[in-house]
């Protein structure tokens, strides 16, 4: 809603991602990419429609259970990393499982930093470690408690194109390891080679 004027981001779509898949929504900057990851991690609620997601209606739960809901179930990755400040990199991953109620937390998270490359890094903090690396370790976090999907949000946008491919090669391996199903938004056609789906974008409607 904008004053007394209603504005329409989505309108008409239907999808069914299937588990254990990568499904890419492609589409260019204002198509509502965002808006619709929002919608299926629970972050937003749709105005009309049903949202199943890992078996349960997001729709029909309030907040309180969609914040639970996530906190069981989904994981995130973003373009500019949000990572705690104040905290290492072991504090990150570290603070991620014990929210997810993971048992073993610190072991775990040595564990993940040590798959991400960054064992030797653990201590550091996230002004202290370069774009790939803060990447890293928000993978390792969101890897880290097993999510049953993971939403990741333009993750190579902030990096350069070499980088960005190191990015998606561990995003894969990871995705194989644990069994996720990974929900991710770009604007890159080179990332269509990667995935198994690819759901275009535009004014907020599928591009056929």
């Known amino acids: 809603m904008s004053g007394s004027d209603h504005i329409t981001v989505l309108s008409d779509l239907s999808l069914e991602i299937a588990a254990g898949s990568w499904a890419l929504f492609l589409g260019p900057s204002g198509a509502g990419k965002s808006t619709l990851i929002s919608i299926l991690a629970g972050l937003e609620v749709p105005d009309t429609g049903e949202l199943w997601v890992a078996g349960e209606n997001l729709a029909q739960m309030n907040e309180d259970e969609r914040t639970k809901f996530r906190a069981q179930n989904v994981a995130f990755v973003f373009q500019n990393f949000r990572l705690v400040p104040t905290l290492t990199a072991f504090e990150n991953v570290r603070l991620a499982l014990e929210i997810s ?49 993971l939403f990741a949000d333009e993750p190579t946008g902030n990096l350069d ?31 269509t080679r990667r995935v198994n789906v690819v759901h275009r974008l535009k004014d907020g409607q599928w591009v056929v």
């Open 101 to 149: 109620g993971a048992k073993h937390a610190e072991t775990s998270a040595h564990e993940w930093l040590d798959r991400v490359g960054l064992a030797r890094r653990a201590d550091h903090f996230p002004g202290q470690l370069s774009g790939g690396e803060q990447q890293r370790v928000a993978l390792a976090r969101a890897f880290a408690t097993k999510p049953k999907v």
């Open 161 to 191: 194109s070499h980088t960005g491919r190191a990015v998606l090669d561990l995003m894969g391996e990871m995705q194989r390891s644990v069994g996720t199903t990974i929900v991710m938004v770009s604007h890159d056609e080179e990332i």
